[in-house]
């Protein structure tokens, strides 16, 4: 079966390698670079232990060092599934979400007619740049120069001039043999309404030519020299080559930078990325004349894990941001998200750059802000939230618009840090308490001393170092537990799934272990490959894991399924707690009455009780004289004792 042109070269642009290989191997974390697209594996196709097999997700291949395997997501599906060419390119396109089209006997001929577009095209690019150094193309030139570009950046730009005259472009490309169908198909000329030959689609225009990631020239922008023209910028119309909802303005120069580190910085327009790259931040890109769509967000997610939007500091630009945080939303993952960096009011990315030079806007892009910060702004800015009413409507719009995001847990992540800052702006302000003269405020006590300072050792405690301290403990706990014993880690897939980690080799780790439910016997190789073996070794023998019973006796299935069901009900509990400590404080001032106490004071109890012990559960007790729990089977050993002794007395 012969499937039309462009249909693999656009499932290759929609699909990520790396996802598709992720599925059989085990990344090593030490070697893998995966926000350069960089990964490393043992490889599938051969029994190894060396990571060898290494996938560029930037240009969509693999190679084995060792067995020489190589190829694309098409030919590792082949291989690895055990299926034909179109069945493996029916896979990946229901994973794309792309219908695979019905047998075409004429792929070969609209192949050959692609080939013939990208020519004229190219014919197209010779003749505009040729016109940019004739007399027609001086006021061009001038402009081109107050902007700030020499003849070195015209030339690495390709930048030309389209003249006034109908039909300029339209006659060279018939001297060369080109045939109007053809000029059409290009989208070069347009047919005329009153029966006319076709004329020129670009007139009096700067030309930037648009090229695909594969730098073959597929249309062409342009910006009117005439102020009164109705279109300040032109795009080509779309055609066999050129969709502007799948493409950007400097995809492959920019693909290449990203891939060396570099930030994917999306202006708005070609002059703010040509600018930008000759700045020195050559990752930039733009949407070709529309707003942001889906397939170019997938494509600069391909390209960075963290794209920046750098978009003009005015309110169309701030428009334009809000509707990508709408496009973007459904879309987010775990390690794809967005940052923006908001230009200063009235100003986009190239005036910055004449104004202030690169340091400003490199300092502007280092201090981009996530996403959920600017969602927030949305909501907020401007807006009084001085009744329930109305904090009760911005609550229900945030937690709409948190719904939309279809990961769960980078759903509960969005909601924590909402919640944060709506306690940082519903919080009261009060005035310090204890100290100061006037007024009849008492001052300080006199015999108060302030406490010794902590030692070297309390401040490095893990415990100290942060608020969930101890949740880190537990996490390192529970994981460390599970792989003593990892047949019990089906039992805890759920709860283990929802536990949220602090601590990113916690995450790494706990990721292997869900890999491995499969065949728990390569739990502990799949451990070491996800945090490296000496990271693995340095966890266990830390001196809160090594004193726990099931670690000193691996292999203990029941010792250590009774710590993980108990440390995972702590980190339930001892979270349920501070959210409901967190809701409480938010209510103090408006509601300080018996209500609180109470949910308090349950919430107090159900974390304690989760750190009880599964035997203290089990036991009887009696309450003695001062308050305190007796175990009552112990009692009545006790009193028996003491009954034995008063007997012994009284024989005397």
Known sequence: MSLPPGFLDELRTRISLSQVVGRKVLWDKRKSNQGKGDMWAPCPFHHEKTASFHVDDRKGYYYCFGCHAKGDAISFVKETENVEFMEAVEILAGEAGMQVPQPDPKAQQKADRRTQLTEVMEQAVRFFRMQLRTAAGSEARAYLQKRGLDEAALERWEIGFAPAAWEGLRTQLEGQGVSPDLMLGAGLVRQSDKGRAPYDVFRNRIMFPIRDGRGRAIAFGGRAMDPSDNAKYLNSPETELFDKSRNLFNLQPARAAAGKGQPLVVAEGYMDVIALSEAGFESSVAPLGTAVTEPQLQLMWRMSEEPIIALDGDTAGLRAAYRVIDLALPLLEAGKGLRFAIMPEGKDPDDLLRAEGAD??????????????????????????????????????????????ADQGLRRHYGDEIKELRYQLFRPQRAPRGFGGAGGQRGPRRDWKAPLPASAAARQSLLVADERGQDRLREQVVLCAILSAPEIAPEFETRLAEMACLDADHEALRAAILRSLDDTRLMREAAEAAIGPQALETLLSARHVAVVPCIRRPGDAELARQTVAEELAKLAAHQGW????????????????????????????????????????DADFDIGPNGAHIDREERSAFDALFDRIRFEKSKR
């Open 360 to 405: 400003a806007v490199r300092k502007l892009l280092e201090g981009a802000i996530p996403m959920v910060q600017l969602l927030w702004r949305q909501e907020t800015e401007g807006k009084v939230f001085d009744s329930p009413e109305r904090k009760a409507a911005l609550e229900k719009r945030l937690r709409e618009r948190i719904a939309r995001i």
């Open 578 to 617: 501070a959210e409901e400590l967190a809701e409480a404080e938010e209510d103090l001032e408006d509601r300080a009455d018996e209500s609180m106490t109470y949910r308090l004071a349950q919430a107090a109890e159900a974390r304690n009780h989760a750190g009880r012990l599964s035997d203290e559960e």
